[in-house]
């Protein structure tokens, strides 16, 4: 914890000496995606979970691994003849009593293993949970990466949407008072001016909205990095930055399509040689088992309370034990049985599991393309839409052109733009849901 909590500070003080100059601007840290994705690796809730399991199923491993090991133990026992037994021998008149009153004991054992198949082959059974738990964390980071890429999508968005807006607000807020000039010089109908107004009226409400969307996309952003959302952070980057990576992404997405990596099969196939070992460890209860024990002691036996005034004998044996179960009821057989069913049963998930994922992989490959081709058509239509209005523009401020004219080649560059921004943003979204079925990052490969 003291290291990744020391590598996490690092981290922060090496953004604060890179970027100086913003930092005592904005009072904040600047951060990038890939910044931001190698503080949630050490620092994502989910992660660290993950983590700590793998260290769990290695103590298990190792907590196996001591039944090899020689076992010590020592007693020491005291008891006191309340009514001693008694025995009727043919030679003598009376019972004679037996033993004495007072009894101590004091016993120490030493047992080793040294035939236990079942226990041999439990440890194999462990080294698979923990490689289990291995590829846990592994999809527990994936998990992290896409949705922390897709959060910092969204945010690039959300910021993209409110400058668009806001930038319509501003257009709008001038053709506003561009208008009530021309209104009061009596240039122009009152129905031009209450349009005016009306545009700027509408835009506004949709601007303050893009600005809470920011503010709840930077937090939630925070909350899967694993750092506080009072933290200043200052997210860098644009859609834009993506736009000349997005084809040459698209043919390398097109071109791997393995299930290789996909963590959901990786631990499907693990648990599936758990109920491999499992079952060989059931009929390994078929063989015998052998250990061999050492043990050593001291006794004393007395009519009077007091262990320190008593004659101690000492004593010490060693014993093979060999046990072996030759019947149980027939419960290893019903045991095996469920193996081989919960096996056939994997079989159908696995099957199952794999038909879904190669759907899912077909439709993000689909909303992929349908977002390239989005992107080049609304690119166009942001430059001819950026054309329509200044037209427009020009043609109300010469008066030839009519308000309603100017308002809807305003409201048509403001869809594009949002257009061009969405179609990014959804290249980008389905291209790390694509990753996460996949396992892996295919445009860092």
Known sequence: MFKKTFITLFSLMTFLVVSPVRAQQTDSVSMT???????????NASVRIADQQIEIQKYAKKETITGLFPKLTAAGTFSDAVVLQKVKLDFAPEPISMGQKYTWAL??????????????KTIALNEEQVQLSLEAARASKVEAITQIKNA????MLARESYESLLASQTTSQENATQTRNKFEQGSVSEYDKLTADV???TIKPQVLSAKNAISLAEMQLKVLIGIDVNT?????GRLADYEESLFSDLMKLKADTSLTDNTALRQLDIQERQLRISETINKLGYLPTLALSFQAGYQAMGKTFNPFDQSYFGGATVALSLSWTLFDGGAKYMKTRQNKLQLANMDIQRENLVRQLETSITSSLNNIETAAEQFVSTKENVYSA?????IAK???DVGSGTMLELN???????????????????????RATLENTLGHLVTDK
Do not use: C, H, M
């Open 408 to 430: 809807s080649s305003e409201s048509n560059l403001l869809i594009a733009r949002l257009s061009y921004a969405q179609s990014i943003f959804d290249f980008l979204s389905s």
């Open 232 to 236: 200043p952070v200052r997210f860098e």
């Open 394 to 396: 020009k043609r109300y």
């Open 107 to 120: 016993n120490g054992t030493v047992s080793l293993p040294l035939v236990a198949p079942q226990l041999w």
């Open 33 to 43: 995606l890939d910044q931001a994705l190698q503080i949630a690796l050490s620092e």
């Open 152 to 155: 910092f999508y969204s945010l």
């Open 199 to 201: 545009q700027l009226a």
């Open 386 to 390: 950026q054309r329509a209005f200044e």
